[in-house]
């Protein structure tokens, strides 16, 4: 479960006050909201990578507000990816599990069984130079995978990627979803992107998140703050 309680934050002009909403236990949450509304700040927050200046970020019901990133359960895909320039794919594969100190052997197999699964066993030893969009994604979708994340966050990951890459990429992300049992909260502006990939469709507009489905997306914020 991803859960945030009346989250405040502020950065210069920017502000957001008292956002709440809560994506279930293994489901397929989608976040969509105009440019520059705050999707983005909201998935940072949830990851640690921002504090909020008020409320709560739970996980999994555990409150994480003040958690580092590290130990919150969560795993996060950016929209570009964010590979270590210098490390190959096997290694940015286990990059979580390293930094935690996992055996050699325990990360080994963990590598590989991610690598089988996401398409990429044949990439593992170059490095993301060699890499193309959809390579890259799946790899960062593995690097948040790793150490088996109850919380994976995606914000836009499939915005950098051609159509026929973005339905592979689609058909990949629900599949892992559904076999990971992991709740997912994905980050888009698209609309057809949303309808494909969405168990859970959140919106929002002017500081506000609602629940709500692709026939009123249209309509007007009755958030009460």
């Known amino acids: 479960m991803i859960s945030l309680e009346h989250i405040a934050i502020r950065s210069g002009a920017f502000a957001l006050s008292d956002v709440s909403f809560t994506v279930p236990g293994s489901v397929y949450g989608v976040l969509m909201g105009p440019t520059g509304c705050g999707k983005t700040t909201l998935i940072e927050v949830i990851c640690g990578l921002r504090k909020p200046d008020a409320g709560r ?17 969560v795993g996060y895909v950016p929209q570009d990816g964010a590979m270590f320039p210098t490390m190959t794919v096997r290694q940015q594969l286990g990059f979580a599990l390293r930094i935690r100190r996992r055996p050699a052997e325990e990360t ?3 590598v590989e069984e991610l690598a089988a699964q996401l398409g990429v066993a044949h990439l593992l030893d170059r490095k993301p130079h060699g890499l193309s969009g959809g390579e890259r994604q799946r790899v960062a979708l ?38 990971h049992g992991v709740s997912m909260l994905h980050v888009t502006h ?16 002017n500081g506000c998140v609602r629940q709500t489905d692709l026939n009123t997306l249209g309509a007007p914020c009755t958030c009460q703050h």
């Open 57 to 73: 970020v739970l996980v999994d019901g555990r409150d994480v507000t003040h958690e580092p990133p590290g130990n919150r359960g």
């Open 108 to 110: 080994a197999v963990r």
């Open 142 to 179: 593995g690097r948040a995978l790793a150490a088996r994340p109850a919380v994976l966050l995606l914000d836009e990951p499939l915005s950098a990627l051609d159509e026929n890459m973005r339905g592979d990429m689609r058909d990949l992300l629900t599949r892992v979803q559904r076999e």
């Open 190 to 205: 698209d609309r057809a992107e949303a309808r494909q990939v969405a168990g859970l469709l959140l919106v929002m507009t």
